[in-house]
Nanobody, 123 residues
């Protein structure tokens, strides 16, 4: 089993930065890809960014490209999401997820999920 715990969410003004962290514990050696998703009220959970645990290769949703940056520290079993130039439409619960096999943008490809952390961007 793998446990994921997100932190770093909060209230921020539009245009400001925020950094989320996701700490993994347990069978982290089985994980090949880590991702961030978000879910706004009344909307489906959507892909934000992912990173390959070994190579560090990244991929972003068009809506966050150029503003968000995903990174990892394998020694700490932690993945980060640096969010800059935040917009009110970025307001959502942000979830960290881990995939054993597939570099995917779909929720069904991820095997483990964190509990989520709220990000609220005020205008």
């Amino acid at each position: 089993q793998l446990q994921l715990v997100e932190s770093g969410g909060g209230l921020v003004q539009a245009g400001g930065p925020l950094r989320l962290s996701c700490a993994a514990s347990g069978r982290s050696y089985s994980i090949n890809f880590m991702g961030w998703f978000r879910q706004a009220p009344g909307k489906v959970r959507e892909f934000v960014a992912r990173i390959a645990r070994s190579s560090g290769s990244t991929y972003y949703a068009d809506s966050v490209k150029g503003r968000f940056s995903i990174s990892r520290d394998n020694a700490k079993n932690t993945v980060y999401l640096q969010m800059n130039s935040l917009k009110p439409e970025d307001t959502a619960v942000y979830y960290c997820a881990a995939s054993r096999f597939l570099p995917s943008v779909t929720t069904t490809s991820y095997d483990y999920w964190g509990q989520g952390t709220q990000v609220t961007v005020s205008s």
